[in-house]
């Protein structure tokens, strides 16, 4: 799926949905960054709960000295956490590629050996279960980095956005400026059924992305 797309080529589809729109005379630079970038984040997290394959991501974390594992640098942040493995066992009896039981805190009991549950923008181990380990591997749902609004120049933002899917932003976009410019109605209601189009499509994509089925637990 490539992404080649922008902020500016985003708003200047949006601009073309209509050519009453005003462009930058209606929204400013600033505003434009701010929704798109809200926009995507929340079709990302959409896509998360939805297949958290579709735009997953794998990564290795070297585990601090309390055998903690730091998300809070991840780039692109964990929308989503699907798995994460042992990926260097160190001096642990484990095996590497292990999965890793991330236990909810209030229950470490429900799984056995090896626990990590976590804890705010890190994964804890319960207990001694990860001594020895030096690393794991993570695989995440990603989620795209807030935009930064004081950029001037759109077209040097990039979007994380995949081409084929872009339409679910733009319509969000153009909606947003014809409620802003009190058109009418009728457009706004035409806008409207865009919107959730081009996001029945993007979430159906998303839901009949191959992936596998987990059967069993080893």
Do not use: C, H, W
Request: no cysteine; aromatic share 8%; proline share 3%.
């Amino acid at each position: 799926m490539p992404t080649t797309k922008t902020v500016e080529d985003v708003y200047d589809a949006a601009v073309a949905r209509n050519k009453l729109n005003d462009g930058l005379q209606l929204v400013g630079t600033a505003e434009v960054i701010a929704l798109v970038s809200r926009v995507q984040q929340e079709k990302f997290l959409k896509a998360s709960q939805i297949n958290p394959e579709f735009f997953g991501t794998n990564i290795e974390v070297t585990l601090d000295g309390s055998k903690k594992a730091d998300l809070s640098t991840l780039s692109p942040a964990i929308a989503y956490l699907d798995l994460v493995v042992i990926a260097n066992k160190g001096t642990s009896g484990y095996t590497n590629g292990d999965e890793v039981n991330v236990v909810a805190v209030r229950d470490f009991d429900a799984e056995l050996a090896p626990r990590m549950f976590k804890q705010r923008y890190n994964l804890a181990p319960v207990g001694t279960d990860m001594n020895g380990v030096t690393s794991v591997g993570l695989y995440y749902s990603v989620l795209p980095d807030t935009m930064d609004i004081t950029v001037t120049d759109m077209s040097t933002i990039d979007m994380d956005m995949p081409d084929e899917f872009i339409d679910s932003i733009v319509t969000e976009l153009a909606l947003y400026m014809a409620i802003k410019d009190n058109r009418s109605q009728d457009e706004i209601a035409v806008l409207q059924i865009e919107v959730q189009q081009a996001d029945a499509i993007f979430s159906a994509a998303v839901g009949n992305f191959s992936r596998t089925t987990r059967r069993f637990n080893e």
